[in-house]
């Protein structure tokens, strides 16, 4: 019943008449500088009122089951201003304290992801992506993440499917003259774990595609593997890291162990106090074993001071 909801989400942003006829040629996408007019910014401004209200109620409406016919009234509010004439250059300011609005730093498109909770502590995640034209032009996003299960590595998704996330952080790459956006995200959807993902996402002329095969995790265990998306998953309550370190010029995350030895059962990971990573070489994230080394101090010893990076 609830994947049926999510569809709906769907189509209502298609039907909305806002979404644009796909290219036969892709063309490089510029910025759109131009802005609303003063008559639009008064509108634009006052339905971002209207998204603030119901975006309360999307989190947090005393009776759960309610969430849902919010969250379906968000995404029309949300559409309907994103109609009005260059929204793009519209920051949502205040939208941006009770959603994720995120931009990679080319300004080319910007995310806007939320998420509802039917039943704690699950949630089911939204979104969609603006491109910078004067008339809207708008991909529905809809959360994948249930379905994908366990081979959430192994495939690109299409059609608006979407590893489900709120993202804070986005890194540019240029393979093959495309540009690569790496999109690094936090799902607590499931009950019994958390997972902290990266996640490709490339346009194309039918639109946007998430996953790519730009991860090189071969190590011991894996002597010859490439994966679509980078997952940690882990057990809730606990906290994890997964992100970007201008020092190190590399992605760091903490090495998980399983608290009962079963690497199987990931909803028992813990980390376990030294840190993987990722650089960016050759065109694809190759995994770096023991980025950061721990420093092992004897019974007494104080902590040199020095940074305990590996730079190389």
């Known amino acids: 019943m609830f994947r049926n909801f999510l569809i709906l989400v769907a189509c209502i942003i298609f039907a909305s008449g806002c979404l644009f006829a796909q290219e036969e040629d892709t063309?490089?996408?510029k910025m759109i500088t131009a802005k609303?007019?003063?008559?639009?910014?008064?509108?634009?401004?006052?339905?971002?009122?209207?998204?603030?209200?119901?975006?309360?109620?999307?989190?947090?409406?005393?009776?759960p089951d309610s969430r849902s016919a919010y969250c379906e009234r968000f995404a029309r509010q949300l559409v309907k201003a994103l109609k009005?004439?260059?929204?793009?250059?519209?920051?949502?300011?205040?939208?941006?304290?009770?959603?994720?609005?995120?931009y990679p730093d080319d300004r080319s498109f910007r995310i806007f992801n939320w998420y509802t909770?039917?039943?704690?502590?699950?949630?089911?995640?939204?979104?969609?992506?603006?491109?910078?034209?004067?008339?809207?032009?708008?991909?529905?996003?809809?959360?994948?993440t249930e379905e994908l299960g366990r081979n959430a590595s192994d495939s690109a998704l299409t059609d608006g499917k979407w590893y489900g996330a709120q993202y804070y952080r986005i890194i540019t790459h240029t393979v093959g003259g495309n540009n690569v956006y790496t999109l690094f995200g936090f799902n607590s959807g499931s009950p019994i774990?958390?997972?902290?993902?990266?996640?490709?996402?490339?346009?194309?002329?039918?639109?946007?595609?998430?996953?790519?095969?730009?991860?090189?995790?071969?190590?011991?265990?894996?002597?010859?593997?490439m994966v679509?998306?980078?997952?940690?998953?882990?057990k809730k309550g606990v906290?994890?890291?997964?992100?970007?370190?201008?020092?190190?010029?590399?992605?760091?995350?903490?090495?998980?162990?399983?608290?009962?030895?079963?690497p199987n059962r990931k909803y028992t990971f813990v980390p376990s106090g030294s840190y993987d990573g990722f650089r960016w070489e050759d065109e694809m994230w190759k995994y770096k074993k023991d980025l950061i080394p721990v420093q092992i101090l004897d019974d007494g010893q104080a902590p040199n001071g020095d940074k305990p990076f590996n730079s190389k």
Do not use: C
Not at 125 to 139: C, H, N, R, S, V
């Open 193 to 225: 774990s958390n997972k902290k993902v990266m996640d490709p996402l490339i346009f194309t002329d039918k639109g946007p595609v998430f996953g790519a095969q730009v991860f090189d995790v071969r190590s011991e265990n894996n002597p010859a593997q």
């Open 117 to 144: 909770s039917l039943t704690e502590p699950t949630r089911r995640y939204y979104g969609a992506i603006q491109m910078p034209d004067e008339k809207l032009k708008l991909y529905p996003l809809v959360d994948y």
């Open 27 to 29: 063309v490089k996408m």
């Open 36 to 63: 609303i007019t003063p008559q639009g910014m008064e509108i634009i401004h006052a339905m971002e009122d209207s998204l603030l209200l119901t975006i309360d109620s999307v989190y947090n409406a005393f009776i």
């Open 228 to 234: 679509y998306r980078f997952v940690l998953e882990y």
């Open 84 to 102: 009005i004439s260059n929204s793009y250059s519209y920051p949502f300011d205040r939208l941006e304290k009770k959603i994720y609005i995120i």
């Open 239 to 262: 906290s994890v890291s997964l992100n970007w370190d201008n020092d190190l010029r590399s992605v760091y995350f903490d090495k998980l162990v399983s608290q009962i030895n079963d």
